[in-house]
T-cell receptor
Framework: NAGVTQTPKFQVLKTGQSMTLQCAQD?????MSWYRQDPGMGLRLIHY???????DQGEVPNGYNVSRSTTEDFPLRLLSAAPSQTSVYFC????????????FGPGTRLTVT | AQKVTQAQTEISVVEKEDVTLDCVYE???????LFWYKQPPSGELVFLIR??????QNEISGRYSWNFQKSTSSFNFTITASQVVDSAVYFC?????????????FGAGTQVVVTP
């Protein structure tokens, strides 16, 4: 099993550009989520999904869109990148909500200039 | 509302010293789950332990131990006889019924630096 994969590993965008961060898991996990990690702030939840076709907002959803058309994939779209979105982004998956530990991808380091 | 506080930003120790990481949480629920994750310098996040709110037994796994005390809303983590490989950022996290159990709330993390 590859676990949780994320692409790209690094990305530089100019302000106003859009892009999609890819996330895939091969563990048949129902729950998937996106976090951003900023210095001194831990990981903050952007969006999450409890199954194909179901998504919901986390703590910091503004400026990001998600969709979940399959169990395996959970892409994160930046609609119009801003310097405040410079961060490290992690995708995670788990068997379910609540009691289940999350498995994290390797992360994407995004810089918006 | 969920809240996790890791008041220690960074702890520096010399190899073989013990180090204790503090985690204090807030929740209105009686059923909840607490987690610890490790993030080594390579950047990936690794799950270490999960504890549910009804199990207050302390746990030991090798050099790692965890002390869960509901009376003080704390879930502290101790590394005994630290090693250089323990250098990492450690995160405490809380899952409760907020938004139908959909959200895992992380603390800000504690950076542990172990020098030889």
């Amino acid at each position: 099993n590859a676990g949780v994969t994320q692409t790209p590993k690094f990305q530089v965008l100019k302000t106003g550009q859009s892009m999609t961060l890819q996330c895939a898991q091969d563990m048949n996990h129902e729950y998937m989520s996106w976090y951003r990690q900023d210095p001194g702030m831990g990981l903050r939840l952007i969006h999450y999904s409890v199954g194909a076709g179901i998504t919901d907002q986390g703590e910091v959803p503004n400026g990001y869109n998600v969709s979940r058309s399959t169990t395996e994939d959970f892409p994160l779209r930046l609609l119009s990148a801003a310097p405040s979105q410079t961060s490290v982004y992690f995708c995670a998956s788990s068997l379910g909500r609540g009691a289940y530990e999350q498995y994290f991808g390797p992360g994407t380091r995004l810089t918006v200039t | 509302a969920q809240k996790v506080t890791q008041a220690q930003t960074e702890i520096s120790v010399v190899e073989k010293e013990d180090v204790t990481l503090d985690c204090v949480y807030e929740t209105r629920d009686t059923t909840y789950y607490l987690f610890w994750y490790k993030q080594p310098p390579s950047g990936e996040l690794v799950f270490l332990i999960r504890r549910n709110s009804f199990d207050e037994q302390n746990e030991i796994s090798g050099r790692y131990s965890w002390n869960f005390q509901k009376s003080t809303s704390s879930f502290n983590f101790t590394i005994t006889a630290s090693q250089v490989v323990d250098s990492a950022v450690y995160f405490c996290a809380l899952s409760d019924s907020t938004d139908s159990w959909g959200k895992l709330q992380f603390g800000a993390g504690t950076q542990v630096v172990v020098t030889p």
